[in-house]
């Protein structure tokens, strides 16, 4: 007889709730839209971009986590 294994049907693992990933979509977020947002404040003259673009990153970075560990998922538990 043989030893092979059959494969498995069982669908593909839904990511696991890595903080880490949480963490660095969130920074990545924050600092890249808050540098763009100062980087426009000192262009334009104005002082209320960076805490826009900080605001939109940390925005943005929530969603990409939602999105991050709510794939395939559509509500199952």
Do not use: C
Not at 19 to 32: K, R
Not at 34 to 40: E, F, M, P, S
Not at 43 to 54: A, N, P, R
């Amino acid at each position: 007889m043989s030893d092979e294994e059959t494969p498995s049907s069982s669908p593909p693992e839904r990511p696991k709730g890595d903080p880490w990933n949480a963490f660095g979509y969130l920074v990545a977020g924050v600092l890249m839209y808050g540098l763009i947002g100062g980087l426009l404040d000192r262009w334009l003259g104005t002082s209320f971009l960076v805490v826009i673009g900080i605001l939109f990153g940390a925005g943005l970075g929530l969603y990409m986590t939602w999105v991050r560990f709510n794939a395939n998922g559509h509500g199952e538990q």
